[in-house]
């Protein structure tokens, strides 16, 4: 929770009005509403879809305090340190298990390719794996690796190594193509202009592609195998990104 907090004041929790001023999106419009702008403070306090909970928990006398405040750090400074009480409960207390981030994967811009990764570590004996996904969501390419027993950080690094290697191999074989088709060398000279790289940190809710692959991974062979076509377990949280389902994660 601290952490939480220490990101919400610093600004460092991910959200589209971060996203657009970085230029990796157009819009910064809220994935929820799709009305206003996606700021920490409209997904933790003024989306329609978290509004209806803290008008449920608040006093009526407390209301329009708490939706008053214009910034975060005044707001979270005040529900921290307010002494009402919710039944027998501080309010400081109710607010922070109550604080819900909903969270969903999000397609990268037009042109762009997501590789998703995840790590798991199970006794010891770790795994990695990452999906490459298109603007759509649309599977490209998938591998999971069963690794020798390490902790987490060896087993992230070994993750990232992984699919920037997979995702090297790809584009030298794009810059190697020699189709003689028109139209392939217009893509082919698409997709070089695109050879960019931007890494990005998201909950393992809002990764759930790369997470089931890595979970399955455990009990396998050790060492790397690539998957071209999705299982039907994979196709159905394919089909829940694309769809846009969020999941909440709550932070306690
Ligand atoms: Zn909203």
């Given at each position: 929770m601290l952490v939480f907090l220490w990101e919400v004041v610093h600004e460092k929790i991910m959200v589209n009005v971060q996203r657009f001023r970085r230029g990796w999106i157009n819009l910064d419009l809220?994935?929820?509403?799709?009305?206003?702008?996606?700021s920490v403070l409209h997904v933790l306090r003024d989306c329609n879809f978290i509004k209806g909970c803290w008008l449920n928990l608040l006093p009526a006398s407390e209301v329009q305090t708490f939706f008053g405040f214009v910034d975060i750090r005044e707001w979270l400074s005040w529900c921290l340190k307010s002494?009402?009480?919710?039944g027998e409960l501080p309010w400081p207390v109710v607010f922070m298990v109550t604080v819900v981030i909903r969270v969903a994967w999000i397609p990268a811009a037009m042109g762009w390719i997501t590789i998703n990764s995840s790590v798991r570590q199970n006794s010891g004996a770790a795994t990695c794996a990452s999906s490459f996904r298109d603007s759509y969501g649309k599977w490209l390419l998938g591998f999971r690796c069963v690794l020798r027993v390490c902790g987490v950080v060896e087993a992230k690094l070994w993750a990232i190594y992984h699919a920037l290697n997979v995702a090297w191999i790809a584009v030298q074989l794009l810059q190697g193509q020699?189709?003689?088709?028109y139209r392939l060398q217009s893509l082919i000279i698409n997709c070089r202009a695109l050879i960019r790289f931007r890494v990005v940190k998201i909950y393992r809710e809002a990764n759930m592609v790369a997470d089931y692959l890595a979970s399955s991974?455990?009990?396998?062979?050790f060492g790397m195998s690539l998957i071209d076509l999705p299982s039907s377990s994979i196709k159905l949280l394919l089909d829940a990104d694309c769809m846009n389902v969020f999941h909440d994660r709550i932070i306690n």
């Open positions: 809220c994935m929820s509403c799709g009305t206003q702008s996606e002494s009402f009480c919710i020699d189709s003689g088709v991974a455990h009990g396998g062979v």
